[in-house]
């Protein structure tokens, strides 16, 4: 069995290359809010949002180039793999239910998105903050989320 504590869970590259983008877009946050359910990488108590940012083999992202199991201790990584889902479809429900928006960002999304630059999605991102979207996710494989550019128009006016 791996020794899972020589894995980091927070302040991955990706998280990290996000935050600072977003800073820089004058957006502040807080980070992984333990009183949360799933602990959430960044918060945005201002919006009511937050934004988790799944790594594509940890989350076992579905027909996804960067997910694949290990062809060594197979049921090991399944059963990792099925508890992290269930984990994260909890802290959804969840913090929906405390009326906060989920925004999920899978690392093909970050890393090398096929329909979309890093930039398109940093505006994304910024229109679903201040919008009033609700939850979703953005995968690097799909064209991205189409928001309520009326909503956005307010807020900058």
Request: charged share 30%.
């Amino acid at each position: 069995m791996p020794d899972m504590s020589l894995f980091h869970s927070k302040n991955t590259k990706l998280e990290v290359d996000l935050r600072k983008y977003l800073f820089a877009r004058g957006f502040r946050y807080r980070l992984h809010d333990k009183r949360m359910k799933g602990t959430p990488d960044l918060v945005f108590p201002k919006y009511k949002a937050v934004i988790f940012v799944h790594g594509c083999f940890w989350h076992a992202h579905e027909n996804c180039s960067h997910a694949s199991i290990p062809k060594t201790n197979t049921e090991f990584w399944l059963t990792k793999f099925a508890k992290n889902k269930e984990r994260d479809e909890l802290a959804l429900n969840w913090l929906e239910s405390q009326g906060w928006r989920v925004l999920t960002l899978w690392e093909c999304a970050i890393r090398r998105p096929e329909q979309f630059c890093f930039d398109d999605l940093l505006d994304f991102v910024e229109c679903w903050l201040v919008g009033e979207a609700r939850s979703c996710e953005v995968s690097g494989r799909n064209e991205l989320p189409i928001l309520d550019l009326a909503i956005i128009d307010e807020h900058y006016a």
